[in-house]
């Protein structure tokens, strides 16, 4: 313990920490910028329809998390083996390349592969918060994943607005392309700043996939044995679902809310999704410092308790101001979810399997995402967006009074010494 503690001050720990920040704050930004427009690009690629631009909209958005929480646990398990530094370049890499040939798209079927693709092969929270958490004391691994979850609230403010004004001045496919440049730029911070602590894994050469694949199942079977590391799993899948079955379809909603001039309606846009992520920023440090104190299951069902109560607000808020008052205060709830999961994971795996640990956090909040999309674009034709706020509030709500904080026993199977 006191040669991490030790760890954790150096200037080579801080260096990759800085890095590591910078690249998710402008991979973050990067995404954010075209996430929450992609209803009017696929009008522009020759959708019509409310209903069919809403299932189109929730395939598109979803596919990306859908991918990525089928490959999640085996980028994590290969982390684990040929270096999480590797993993974090590798996820960075295929956000430049996948999202730059979107501007290429001419159909919603070729945009649509093209997010499979960005989701499989990127991703790159996970194998980030395991890179910095290697030379942080376990004391401080909620803070620690608290201020790197600020670098994607920060990127998840400038990104719709960053998105509006180039879709307004330029076009949407120059927000792909500067999307690309901003994930290379990601990419070459951390080859260039970041370090990873400790010895190289041993099995850097000649990797039997057939053998990897085995071994991360065995090791996700054993990891979800932990209850602590379950309940973390299945709150932050909830939270993440509930939000995110509305969150594609918010352009939709302030069409229906807006009265002035149509022109504008992206800017307002983006102006909500960048007060949520405002709010978030500000609450995200917090509440992993509270986990700190109190215990991030116990902070992880309170998280989801707020953020059921502020779905229901959504769905009662009748106007676009009233709208936008409430949004915010959902972001600073929800911000507990991943800073509280990750540090569960952290806390209750071992060094060795962290990345698997942290993988299948990641794996959960990907496929809420994807389902949550898909589920949303479907559900919304039939009771409203209105009415999928307040169907999300019941279910997290229910999810959060059953599935309370894990009283078990601290008996990790991986869990560190």
């Known amino acids: 313990?006191?040669?991490?503690?030790?760890?954790?001050?150096?200037?080579?720990?801080?260096?990759?920490?800085?890095?590591?920040?910078?690249?998710?704050?402008?991979?973050?930004?990067?995404?954010?910028?075209?996430?929450?427009?992609?209803?009017?690009?696929?009008?522009?690629?020759?959708?019509?329809?409310?209903?069919?631009?809403?299932?189109?909209?929730?395939?598109?958005?979803?596919?990306?998390?859908?991918?990525?929480?089928?490959?999640?646990?085996?980028?994590?398990?290969?982390?684990?083996?040929?270096?999480?530094?590797?993993?974090?370049?590798?996820?960075?890499?295929?956000?430049?390349?996948?999202?730059?040939?979107?501007?290429?798209?001419?159909?919603?079927l070729e945009l649509f592969v093209l997010r499979l693709l960005q989701g499989a092969f990127s991703g790159v929270i996970a194998p980030s918060i395991t890179l910095v958490s290697l030379g942080a004391s376990r004391e401080r691994q909620g803070s620690v994943a608290g201020r790197l979850q600020s670098a994607l609230a920060l990127g998840a403010i400038a990104g719709p607005l960053l998105g509006a004004l180039v879709s307004t001045w330029a076009s949407p496919r120059a927000v792909f392309v500067a999307v690309a440049l901003l994930a290379l730029l990601g990419a070459l911070a951390v080859a260039a700043f970041a370090t990873e602590p400790g010895a190289r894994p041993a099995t850097r050469t000649r990797l039997d996939a057939r053998r990897l694949l085995a071994e991360a199942k065995r090791e996700a079977e054993e990891l979800w044995s932990n209850a602590r590391l379950r309940q973390a799993v299945v709150l932050a899948f909830w939270i993440q679902f509930t939000v995110s079955a509305t969150a594609p379809l918010v352009e939709l909603h302030v069409?229906?809310?807006?009265?002035?001039?149509?022109?504008?309606?992206?800017?307002?846009?983006?102006?909500?999704?960048?007060?949520?992520?405002l709010a978030s920023l500000v609450a995200t440090r917090a509440w992993g410092e509270l986990g700190d104190r109190i215990g991030h299951a116990r902070a992880l069902a309170l998280a989801a308790l707020a953020t059921s109560g502020l779905l229901l607000g959504h769905a009662l808020a009748t106007s676009l101001i009233a709208f936008a008052l409430v949004r915010p205060l959902l972001g600073a709830a929800m911000a507990g979810n991943a800073p509280c999961a990750y540090a569960i994971a952290a806390g209750e795996t071992d060094v060795s399997h962290r990345g698997n640990g942290l993988g299948i956090v990641f794996s959960g909040r990907s496929f809420a995402i994807?389902?949550?999309?898909?589920?949303?674009?479907?559900?919304?034709?039939?009771?409203?967006?209105?009415?999928?706020?307040?169907?999300?509030?019941?279910?997290?709500?229910?999810?959060?009074?059953?599935?309370?904080?894990?009283?078990?026993?601290?008996?990790a199977t991986m869990r560190r010494a």
């Open 1 to 108: 313990m006191a040669e991490v503690l030790e760890l954790d001050r150096t200037p080579r720990w801080k260096r990759t920490f800085a890095a590591v920040w910078w690249a998710n704050f402008a991979a973050t930004m990067g995404l954010q910028s075209f996430l929450p427009f992609f209803p009017s690009h696929l009008e522009e690629l020759g959708v019509e329809g409310r209903g069919v631009v809403g299932a189109w909209t929730g395939a598109v958005f979803g596919a990306a998390p859908l991918a990525a929480a089928l490959t999640g646990p085996l980028w994590g398990s290969l982390g684990d083996r040929i270096g999480r530094k590797a993993m974090v370049l590798r996820s960075l890499l295929a956000t430049a390349l996948f999202v730059g040939l979107m501007a290429l798209a001419r159909t919603p």
């Open 255 to 277: 069409r229906d809310l807006w009265t002035g001039d149509e022109r504008a309606q992206h800017l307002v846009t983006g102006a909500l999704f960048t007060g949520m992520a």
């Open 370 to 411: 994807a389902l949550a999309a898909l589920t949303g674009g479907w559900l919304s034709s039939w009771i409203g967006i209105r009415g999928l706020f307040a169907v999300s509030a019941v279910a997290l709500a229910t999810i959060a009074v059953v599935y309370g904080p894990v009283r078990a026993p601290r008996n």
